[in-house]
């Protein structure tokens, strides 16, 4: 198994390092047979794992120590792949969707000049995100935690000749470093109170002995619950919520397969990631569990209505998958961690399909992504239309769908956990239930069904995808088809059962009756309408049906406004006070730059003033004299 | 009688291999037919042998610590057989880069070497000198003999001017300097340098008093600041440096400073050490004034060759500053020429075995074509030129460091400050070189232009000091941490 | 009126300063110079003998006489170098001696 391990972290880097070196040796075509071959090599070992990991029930664990990587005193840090069921599902994960999407890119990046480029950064992505998930350290974690921030601002910005591209992939790095900045300090804060950065460890540590409390301005604050908040920030900016989330919307930017795999499946779970992993830690707090539950469930709603309004075709997934990550930080809040890492898996694969499947349909448009300009798709694109239905199914919760039994486990979780956090973060989530079906049938309706708005130029060359495309997609709407069915049993399993000791996994409440129930059939109503509504756009129709709200709404909160206001236009005004007064007149005039001038005219005055006539020398050797018998005579002594 | 006359001669048996080789080289030019690659290897040999019997005493290494002979003349004591050591390494390695640009051109001859022999038997005789007699007579016969080589080779048009320039103003210095001696032993009535320093402790009081003394010593420094190219005595530095040919310009850029700067040390160590502590004022003048004037003319020069003068004098400026007085012993002004004296060679080196392929490199915007020539010597260059602008980790920079520290240590703020300025400014013209080497375009049409036949490789000698300039280079570049734990 | 010290240190320094007011004020030909540097080396001389009577001592004496010897080496070659340089430039005019120097516009 540990052979299985490595080839799977591995195999991707490989990737990465043959496509970033052999790219003037290789024709597009023998790089992605390379790239493809060395990922399906490492998916095959992640799915070997994966298997044996639901067959074993979670009892089954590997540990392959690297290296020692840091050992200062008593501190160490080491470098090891360990696969425990967490881990191994994020692996398994990470590796289907990066798989599919290597294999997706080759048709739709077709023509792109530096393929090779693209998939070295696609192979050094899933090698980072997978040292973040089979780490056992922190420390390591904060590797493939930048490591994929990284590899997204790449990739957000592979089309670098885009001024567009280049500021969303400056935004996305520099939101998230706003977040990593929480990491480090969350990071640092645990190993203060542990001595250690090993997660396992650690934690252990802490549950058995309740840590001093932190004075937090005077007021001493339960040292896991300052830890937690840390924590919470970090994850919030890798996994774009509330406040923090301005980034992704913006990453739509880079190409689709991209967004399906970085923005959608897995880099921007990182963070429900990590509080799951933490959740020993978390379990034992209050005031840092309703952050996280209100974070969810407030992410999960301002997403949702922002997708409501939105006309780019993959703005509205992007906003999706935000409300979906709310989904998740509810069901990490309400203490449903096993729901909430269940509900990761399952919007991993139908999360990534809509994305494939928005990307074949702006492949087809040549790259139109305004859902305006599209409409009536389901005749030529039959397959895709297909597969994006079967993706929005199960985003909407349609029963047997993968959706349904992830979302379900948490609203119930939610239901039940109303005695510590009131009905509002279920009833947030119920209303965020059903924007869920009604963007998603708007989205599907505004593209698939109606006439379509393309001109006649357009509408002749859409076109189904080709093989290379379809395969990914289908078997990404198998995942999304199947993967609820058959994992909610071992996913959910409470106590000890399949996660084992790694994450807190709680019974989950599962009773159909009319709370579960209504929510569900509203859903697919409102789905159903929505569909049937959008069917034919009306420029206006949508501003008077929801009216002052609709201006909020496509300006998505304001958010964007808000931060420019409050943070971007004063550092721009300070920078450019510092620039015009503190460097132009400042520095520029009496600093280095006029310094450079005075020597550079100083240097010519005394070289001009150098003839080469022969009793100057002289007079400068008798006037060197006469100042240095002065200077004695004087001096005698120290001077400075 | 005859005992004791063998017995001084140890003290100057490796000026008496040298001498010998001068004179062998001398009676040389009796049969000409020789092979070019002869002579500098010759001399190479003599200077190597010279070396070899400095550390090969009679007896054993002792026994020369602190012996004196011929009256008290001549003094070997640790420090100065190690300057000795120093200085004829130094020039073995500058006559074995140099000789590969003499060979090419026809004139060559044999006593263009004796005479190199003999200046490098003066410099070697200056630092074991304990009287002033023995100082004048050595001082003189090493510059003499470098003035007479200046003229008597030249492969620029310009050669004889700068020995001119050079013959005139080092005749006004050298006799200031002996205006200094004359003063001193007004005031003493002794040349002997014991005899000066025993006067000295005695009656230091109406010494430091009298104007004897200034003056004295004030034409003294003169005199030796215009050999070690320290301003305002080295007006003549860029206009030599530019007319001289390429042997000439190593000999002077390296061996009367080294030399010079030795003789500073053993003298204000040894019979000025009492007034030692009255220069700071005038050190630090020299000090700053040399690195600001050199800094300031290098800034804007264009001509290579000119712009290493300038270079020159400023780093002149920094040894200056390891010369201000101290506590002990302090050796990082030597240290810092060594550095700075073996990064100089191995720039002058390669420059010029540039310069034989073919390549034009008078100006410093030529230097971007030495992208034509295979690349490790574009990367020595620019590592080179690290070095001499003092950037860490390179030789050049603990130089500096160790000479800041020296300085620090005993209370030179002002001339510390001023120095790290300096070095701010100074870098500034070794960075246009590397970016004429490395960042500016190759103007059109000149793409290809090196010469298609390059020097005929056979010559021994000119592979040789290809290797030492090499070789020098990375000594500079490597054993940074030999040279500044010195 | 009794010659002393002083009186034989000024004529010597008046040699000295007039040898070196000769080089300084050369506009003409190199030959000045050398003339002048031999001045400059006599003022030196007259000093070293000067002390060396006052101290009542020889060893001055003995150091002029090494001057007088050194002087003559230098002044033989420096009209050799004066010879070459004629030989090439056919001028020994010093103003005409600017082919090296600085050349800013």
């Known amino acids: 198994m540990k052979l299985f391990l490595k080839l799977a972290v591995f195999g991707p880097l490989i990737s990465c390092l043959f496509a970033g070196l052999f790219h003037r040796q290789l024709s597009k075509t023998a790089l992605i047979r390379f790239c493809g071959f060395f990922m399906g090599i490492a998916t095959l070992a992640g799915s070997t794992l994966f298997m044996k990991m639901v067959k074993s029930g979670g009892a089954f664990a590997v540990t392959v120590p690297l290296m020692t990587w840091i050992e200062i005193g008593d501190f ?47 192979g050094l992505f899933t090698f980072a995100m997978l040292m973040l998930v089979s780490a056992q350290d922190l420390l390591q974690l904060f590797f493939g935690w930048e490591g994929v921030g990284v590899c997204s601002y790449l990739l957000i910005g592979y089309w670098y000749e885009k001024e567009s591209a280049n500021q969303a992939a400056m935004k996305a790095f520099l939101v998230n470093r706003v977040g990593d900045l929480f990491l480090v300090m969350g990071m640092a804060g645990f190993f203060y109170l542990t001595q250690t950065l090993e997660i396992g460890k650690g934690l252990s540590l802490l549950q058995s002995a309740v840590p001093e409390p932190f004075v937090v301005l005077g007021t001493p604050v339960p040292a896991l619950d300052v830890l937690g908040i840390l924590f919470l920030i970090g994850a919030m900016g ?193 209303i965020s239930l059903v924007l869920t079906a009604a963007y998603t049938g708007r989205m599907l309706g505004m593209t698939f069904l109606g006439r379509s708005r393309a001109d006649e130029a357009l509408r002749a060359r859409i076109h189904e995808p080709g093989l290379m495309m379809n395969f990914p997609l289908a078997l990404l709407a198998l995942g999304a088809l199947v993967s609820g069915m058959l994992g909610y049993k071992k996913f959910l399993m409470g106590g000890k059962g399949f996660w084992g000791d790694k994450i807190v996994a709680p019974l989950i409440p599962h009773h159909v009756g009319i709370v579960e129930l209504a929510p569900t059939v509203v ?34 909160w304001y958010f964007d406004a808000l931060y420019q206001a409050l943070f971007v236009k004063p550092v721009w005004w300070l920078g450019q006070l510092f620039w015009v007064f503190g460097d132009q007149k400042g520095i520029d005039a009496i600093g280095p730059d006029g310094l450079t001038h005075k020597a550079v005219e100083g ?28 200077l004695i005579l004087f001096g005698g002594g120290r001077l400075g | 009688m005859l005992d004791n006359f063998l017995m001084d001669l140890k003290l100057v048996q490796s000026e008496l291999v040298l001498l010998g080789g001068g004179l062998i080289l001398l009676l040389m030019t009796l049969f ?165 320093a025993n006067l000295m402790k005695l009656e230091s009081e109406t010494f430091l008093s009298s104007p004897l003394w200034y003056l004295g010593i004030g034409f003294l420094l003169a005199g030796l600041g215009f050999k070690m190219a320290l301003a305002p005595f080295h007006l003549w530095v860029p206009d030599v440096y530019q007319g001289a040919s390429t042997q000439s310009l190593l000999l002077i850029g390296v061996l009367p400073k080294l030399a010079t700067l030795g003789f500073s040390i053993l003298l204000l160590k040894g019979p000025f050490s009492l007034v030692y502590e009255e220069l700071g004022v005038a050190i630090t003048f020299l000090a700053v004034l040399s690195m600001g004037w050199g800094a300031l003319g290098a800034l804007t020069q264009r001509n290579f060759r000119r712009l290493m003068g300038y270079s020159a004098v400023a780093n002149m400026g920094f040894v200056a500053i390891g010369l201000l007085p101290g506590d002990e012993i302090s050796l990082a002004s030597m240290n810092y020429l060594l550095i700075y004296s073996i990064g100089f060679v191995a720039v002058i080196g390669l420059v010029a075995y540039l310069q034989n392929q073919g390549l034009s490199l008078e100006t410093v915007d030529d230097f971007v074509y030495v992208r034509q020539v295979p690349e490790a010597y574009r990367l020595l260059l620019a590592l080179l030129m690290f070095s001499l602008a003092g950037v860490p980790p390179l030789a050049g920079f603990f130089g500096k460091f160790v000479v800041f520290k020296h300085a620090l240590q005993h209370g030179y703020t002002f001339a510390v400050f001023a120095g790290i300025f300096v070095s701010v400014v100074s870098a500034a013209y070794y960075l246009r070189i590397i970016k004429a080497l490395y960042f500016d375009a190759l103007p059109e049409g000149t793409e290809g232009l090196v010469a298609e036949t ?17 070789g020098l280079a990375a000594i500079t570049i490597l054993f940074a941490f030999v040279l500044s734990f010195l | 009126m009794d010659i002393t010290l002083m009186h034989y240190l000024c004529l010597s320094m008046a040699l000295f300063a007039v040898g070196v007011f000769g080089v300084l004020m050369a506009r003409k030909s190199l030959i000045h110079i050398l003339m002048s540097l031999e001045l400059m080396l ?10 060396s009577r006052f101290h009542g001592e020889v060893t001055g004496q003995v150091f002029s006489l090494f001057i007088l010897t050194v002087a003559a080496a230098e002044a033989a070659i420096g009209l050799a170098i004066l010879v070459v340089y004629f030989r090439e430039k056919r001028t020994i005019q010093i103003t005409d001696m600017v082919s090296l120097g600085e050349k800013v516009e």
């Open chain 1, 76 to 122: 160490s840090a080491t470098w090891a792949l360990s696969a425990d069921p967490l881990s191994v599902v994020m692996i398994f994960l990470v590796l289907v969707v990066s798989f599919l999407v290597h294999l997706y890119s080759y048709e739709y990046m077709e023509g792109e000049e530096d393929l090779s480029r693209y998939y070295a950064y696609l």
């Open chain 1, 238 to 430: 890798k996994s774009a919520q509330l406040g923090l989330h301005t980034w992704l919307p913006d990453a739509m930017e880079g190409p689709t397969p991209v967004s399906a795999l970085i923005h959608a499946a897995t880099m921007v779970t990182a963070g429900v990631y990590l509080i799951a992993r933490l959740s020993p830690l978390y379990l034992d707090t209050t005031f840092a569990s309703t952050c996280v539950v209100w974070v969810g469930a407030l992410t999960a709603f301002a997403a949702g209505t922002i997708a409501l309004v939105q006309n780019d075709i993959k703005k509205v997934i992007a906003y999706s998958t935000c409300s979906q990550l709310g989904y998740m930080f509810l069901g990490l809040g309400v203490g449903a961690y096993n729901g909430a890492v269940f509900h990761l898996f399952t919007h991993g694969f139908f999360k990534a399909l809509l994305f494939l499947g928005a990307g074949a349909v702006i492949h087809s448009m040549s790259n139109e992504q305004d859902m305006r300009k599209m409409g009536g798709l389901y005749r030529p694109m039959k397959m895709t239309f297909a597969f994006m239905l079967i993706g929005s199914l199960a985003l909407v919760g349609f029963p047997l769908f993968s959706g349904f039994y992830s979302k379900e486990a948490i609203l119930a979780s939610a239901f039940a956990a109303q005695d510590q956090y009131g009905l509002g973060p279920w009833v947030l989530s119920i």
């Open chain 1, 523 to 556: 859903g697919i109503c409102v789905f159903v309408l929505a569909l049937v509504v959008f069917r034919k756009w009306k420029e206006k129709k949508l501003a008077k049906s929801i009216g002052f709200m609709e201006r909020f709404l496509v300006n998505k």
């Open chain 1, 603 to 630: 240097s010519l005055k005394l070289r001009r003033s150098y003839t080469g006539l022969l009793p100057t020398y002289i007079a400068a050797l008798v006037m060197g004299v006469l100042l240095l018998i002065v």
């Open chain 2, 32 to 196: 000409p037919k020789r092979s070019k690659e002869f002579f500098p290897l010759f001399s190479v040999g003599i200077i190597l042998m010279a070396f070899a019997v400095l550390f090969i005493p009679s007896g054993s290494w002792n026994s020369v610590d602190g012996m004196q002979g011929f009256f008290a003349s001549l003094e070997a004591s640790p420090l100065s057989q190690s300057f000795r050591g120093y200085f004829l390494a130094l020039a073995a390695f500058v006559l074995l880069v140099g000789g590969s640009i003499t060979i090419e051109k026809e004139k060559t001859a044999p006593e263009g070497y004796s005479l190199i022999l003999f200046s490098i038997t003066g410099g070697a005789l200056l630092l074991s000198a304990n009287d002033f007699f023995v100082a004048f007579v050595a001082l003189e016969m090493m510059s003499l003999s470098l003035y007479a080589y200046v003229a008597f080779w030249s492969d620029g048009a310009n050669a004889k001017e700068a020995a001119m320039k050079y013959f005139i103003t080092g005749a006004v210095s050298s006799s200031f300097f002996l205006m200094g001696v004359a003063f001193i032993y007004g005031l003493t009535g002794a040349c002997q340098f014991d005899e000066i």
């Open chain 2, 454 to 470: 390059p020097l005929r490789q056979s010559f021994l000698v000119y592979r040789l000091s290809n290797l030492a300039s090499v």
């Open chain 3, 42 to 51: 006599l003022g030196v001389n007259l000093t070293f003998v000067s002390f």
